[in-house]
């Protein structure tokens, strides 16, 4: 269930990358990102040459101590950032595009990085404020305008995100627009519409000349919103045609895992997942991958795993604030201390009032005993958010905790029959729990 939150994450994150004004001419070379076109991410180079680079200037950027050269480091940094997934890397950005902000103040761009990099970091009320300081300066700021609108979207503002990405819509059909309005349809509720956007999302991509990782990355998307309707062949075909293009990205692996593992091949879900892990040993990678493990009878493994997720997500700075709620959702689902679930929880829903976080707020309250505060919690994220299966399934065990079995049948039931795949580990349990209320 950790996955399911971390489908907006594929956007907040990576869409920026990809978000394009136009279609490229016949026979010129694609047209750049709208991050790139706002100054906030280098220009492709492999990884080599941009660790060569960033070498470069955080050796030059305090000798020359030019508002230019702090910036160029802070877009550099940013570009691997969000290629690798390194948090320490979105804090030296930060560093970065403050310094340039210290030495030339009416830096837009560098003003719009490190809202990027707040967004990235979960940081969302400073992402969206420092996005909307932007786009006072300067309304025709796009990317302002996409940052301000996920961040808006993270909160669980959703009227606020429709605004946004209406302005990004009017200057703009481009497929980076397109992903976002399908996660505005999945936040809504609305699942149908949800996938048929992203279904547009990669044909526009694909229309626009994108391939490798930024064509990837829709399809991955796609893949993971199919994957939560419940439709396996699709979510295998999106997610096969990512793999071809970009084998070694790790939200990639991480989707072919997942939906491998839907499919009932946890051999090759665990190689998948470990490939992912190798690259960005994030704590949703490496919780479905001790989940695994636990599945097919390594204890240890899968130990080891959940061990390594509390390490991460507990260290102190970046990864805390980023890992907050995945990390309230995997001691909530492993039924480990619960009372830090709970305080995580409540902590993440004082700022971020969205489904999920209604969602991971009803699971911890119930993981504590709590059972009715559990159900209107519940309530609050089936009405936000929809019928997704994860809530249904905590819904059922909220209910038969309450002791309503007729109710809890009937949804556990529905959480089922709508994708029965929805997490290994979990739908393990739904399966059993309504196994013993028939």
């Given at each position: 269930m950790l996955?399911?939150?971390?489908?907006?994450?594929?956007?907040?994150?990576?869409?920026?990358?990809?978000?394009r004004r136009g279609a490229p001419e016949a026979g010129a070379a694609p047209v750049a990102s709208l991050s790139a076109?706002?100054?906030?991410?280098?220009?492709?180079?492999?990884?080599?040459?941009?660790?060569?680079?960033?070498?470069?200037?955080?050796?030059?950027?305090?000798?020359r101590n030019e508002s230019?050269?702090?910036?160029?480091?802070?877009?550099?940094?940013?570009?691997?950032?969000?290629?690798?997934?390194?948090?320490?890397?979105?804090?030296?950005?930060?560093?970065?595009?403050?310094?340039?902000?210290d030495l030339h103040p009416d830096d837009r761009i560098s003003?719009?990085?490190?809202?990027?990099?707040?967004?990235?970091?979960?940081?969302?009320?400073?992402?969206?404020?420092?996005?909307?300081?932007?786009?006072a300066a300067d309304p025709a700021a796009l990317d302002a305008v996409a940052i301000a609108g996920d961040a808006a979207l993270a909160l669980g503002n959703v009227a606020a995100a429709g605004d946004y990405y209406d302005r990004l819509e009017a200057a703009s059909g481009d497929p980076a627009v397109v992903v976002r309005r399908a996660q505005l349809a999945f936040e809504s509720g609305d699942l149908a519409a949800a996938l048929s956007a992203a279904d547009g999302a990669v044909?526009?991509?694909?229309?626009?000349?994108?391939?490798?990782?930024?064509?990837?990355?829709?399809?991955?998307?796609?893949?993971?919103l199919a994957q939560e309707v419940g439709d396996l062949e699709r979510a295998v075909a999106y997610i096969e045609a990512a793999h071809e293009q970009a084998p070694s990205a790790p939200g990639t692996l991480a989707e072919l895992a997942r939906v491998a593992a839907a499919t009932g091949d946890f051999s090759a879900a665990i190689e998948a997942y470990e490939a992912a892990s190798a690259i960005v040993p994030d704590p949703v990678t490496l919780?479905?991958?001790?989940?695994?493990?636990?599945?097919?009878?390594?204890?240890?493994?899968?130990?080891?795993?959940?061990?390594?997720?509390?390490?991460?997500?507990?260290?102190?700075?970046?990864?805390?604030?980023?890992?907050n709620r995945a990390y309230a959702q995997f001691l909530a689902?492993?039924?480990?201390?619960?009372?830090?679930?709970l305080s995580l929880a409540e902590q993440e829903l004082e700022v971020r009032k969205d489904p999920v976080g209604y969602d991971a707020y009803a699971w911890a309250l119930y993981r504590n005993g709590r059972f009715p505060e559990a159900r209107a919690a519940s309530e609050t994220a089936l009405a936000a958010g929809g019928r997704r299966a994860v809530m249904l399934y905590h819904a059922g065990m909220i209910s038969a905790a309450l002791g309503d079995a007729d109710r809890a049948l009937a949804e556990l039931q529905?959480?089922?029959?709508?994708?029965?795949?929805f997490d290994p580990l979990q739908a393990r349990t739904a399966a059993e729990a309504i196994e013993a209320l028939t």
């Open positions: 996955l399911a939150a971390s489908v907006a994450a594929l956007v907040l994150v990576v869409a920026p990358l990809v978000l076109a706002a100054g906030l991410t280098a220009p492709a180079v492999d990884g080599a040459e941009l660790d060569r680079l960033i070498a470069l200037f955080s050796e030059r950027a305090p000798i230019l050269e702090y910036r160029t480091l802070g877009r550099h940094l940013l570009t691997r950032a969000q290629m690798a997934g390194d948090l320490s890397d979105f804090v030296a950005a930060d560093a970065a595009f403050a310094a340039a902000l003003a719009a990085g490190r809202a990027r990099v707040a967004l990235s970091l979960h940081d969302f009320v400073r992402a969206r404020d420092l996005a909307v300081a932007v786009i044909q526009a991509a694909a229309g626009v000349g994108l391939e490798g990782r930024p064509l990837a990355f829709y399809q991955t998307y796609a893949a993971r919780a479905a991958l001790g989940d695994l493990y636990a599945l097919t009878g390594d204890a240890a493994a899968a130990e080891d795993r959940y061990a390594t997720v509390g390490a991460i997500a507990t260290l102190a700075g970046a990864n805390r604030q980023a890992y689902d492993h039924d480990r201390d619960v009372a830090l679930a529905e959480a089922m029959a709508l994708n029965a795949g």
